[in-house]
C-alpha cells in the first residue's frame, strides 16, 4: 500500500499538517537535471559542478560554462537552482589542476581550499554562473563546498554578492557546524552535506564498504550537529538544506524536518518516497522522532527509535 502513495506523490513537500519542505533533486550536469523533470521535484539543491570537469584537459573557457551551466538552469524554469562551486581533489582530481601529492586527499587540498592555490578557477567560474543566470533570467543560488568556518564562508560571500548573486556554503566539516552561528551570519543559506559530515565527524572513510556502519548519518553524534545547525538557522532566520544522501531516507528526512531543515536534496529517484512519508506526519511527530533520536547514542538506536514514534 505504501507503494501506491509513493507512486501517487506529486508535490509539493509538505507534513500532513501543511508544515512545507521544499524537495529537490542532485544533479551532475544538463541530462541528469532534465532527467529530474521527470520526478516530483521542485528544482535543484545541489548540482556538483565538477562531475562536468572531470573528463576535461583543460579548464572549460568561461563561454563554455556559461552554457554548462545554462542547461541546468534551464531545466527548472522559475523552480529553485543551487550550484555548487567546483568540489575538486580528494576523491574528484581535476586533469587541469595540479593537485600535487598529498598522504591524505580527504583532508588535504579539496573543494573551496584549491581557491588559495587557483584563485582564477572560483574567479571564473563564478563569472560563468552570473552570466549564465543573467541570460536565463534566473536566480542564482551558489555555494561553497568544504567550509571550515566563518572566515572562509565570509570571502566566498563576498565574491558571490558582488556579483549579484545569492550566497551560501555547505556545512560537511565538523567545525562549520560547530560554529555554524558564525558561519550563518556571513551567508544567505546553509546546505548540509551529511556524507562528508558523518566522515569527518566519525573518522571513517564514506568509500568504505567495511566502515558503513560508522559512516550512517543516524549516528547520533551527527545528528546533534545537524540539530546545532538547524537551530542556528531557525535563530537567523536562515534557511538549512540537507543535500547528503540523508535525505533519501524517507524515515530520516522526518527527523531532519523535525529538527527545523526546510528543504531536502537527494538522487531525485528518491523523491516520491521522501515526499510521501512526509505527507503522512504532522510537524509535531517530526519533532518527536528528533527528539527520541538524539536521546539514543547509537545509530540502530537512533533509527528505532524514531520509527517508533513516526508509526504511531
Ligand atoms: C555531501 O558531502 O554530503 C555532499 C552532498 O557532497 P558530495 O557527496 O558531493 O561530497
Ligand atoms: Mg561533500
Given at each position: ?47 556538483r559542478t565538477e ?33 555548487r562551486t567546483l568540489d575538486a581533489g580528494?576523491?574528484k ?17 579539496r573543494g573551496n ?32 563546498p568544504m ?166
Amino acid at each position: 500500500r505504501q507503494a501506491e502513495v509513493v507512486a501517487a506523490w506529486s508535490g509539493p513537500g509538505r507534513t500532513a499538517d501543511g508544515h512545507e519542505v521544499a524537495v529537490l533533486a542532485n544533479v551532475a550536469d544538463g541530462v541528469s537535471a532534465r532527467a529530474a523533470t521527470g520526478y516530483p521535484v521542485e528544482g535543484i539543491g545541489l548540482f556538483r559542478t565538477e562531475l562536468t570537469f572531470l573528463d576535461r584537459a583543460d579548464e572549460p573557457t568561461v563561454d563554455e560554462q556559461v552554457a554548462l551551466y545554462r542547461e541546468v538552469i534551464d531545466a527548472f524554469p522559475g523552480g529553485k537552482v543551487v550550484i555548487r562551486t567546483l568540489d575538486a581533489g580528494s576523491d574528484k582530481p581535476l586533469r587541469f589542476v595540479d593537485h600535487g601529492a598529498e598522504a591524505n586527499p580527504a583532508l588535504g587540498i579539496r573543494g573551496n581550499r584549491l581557491t588559495a592555490t587557483h584563485p582564477e578557477i572560483r574567479t571564473n567560474q563564478l563569472d560563468a554562473i552570473a552570466r549564465a543566470a543573467e541570460e536565463s533570467g534566473a536566480t542564482a543560488r551558489v555555494m561553497a563546498p568544504m567550509i571550515a568556518g566563518p572566515a572562509e564562508a565570509a570571502d566566498f560571500a563576498a565574491e558571490v554578492r558582488s556579483r549579484g548573486m545569492i550566497a551560501g556554503v555547505m556545512i560537511e566539516i565538523p567545525s562549520a557546524a560547530i560554529l555554524a552561528s558564525a558561519v550563518l551570519a556571513e551567508v544567505d543559506f546553509v546546505s548540509i552535506g551529511t556524507n562528508d559530515l558523518t566522515q569527518y565527524t566519525m573518522a571513517a572513510d564514506r568509500m568504505s564498504a567495511e566502515l558503513a556502519e560508522l559512516t550512517d548519518p543516524w549516528q547520533p553524534a551527527v545528528l546533534h550537529l545537524i540539530e546545532g545547525v538547524a537551530r542556528a538557522g531557525a535563530d537567523a532566520g536562515k534557511p538549512v538544506g540537507v543535500c547528503g544522501e540523508a535525505a533519501a531516507d524517507p524515515l530520516l528526512a522526518c527527523v531532519l524536518v523535525g529538527m527545523g531543515v526546510s528543504s531536502l536534496s537527494s538522487a531525485p529517484v528518491a523523491a516520491a518516497a521522501v515526499g510521501a512519508r512526509l505527507g503522512q506526519v504532522s510537524l509535531a511527530q517530526c519533532r518527536d522522532a528528533a527528539r527520541a533520536a538524539l536521546a539514543t547514542s547509537e545509530a540502530a538506536a537512533a533509527r528505532a527509535a524514531a520509527a517508533a514514534v513516526l508509526a504511531g
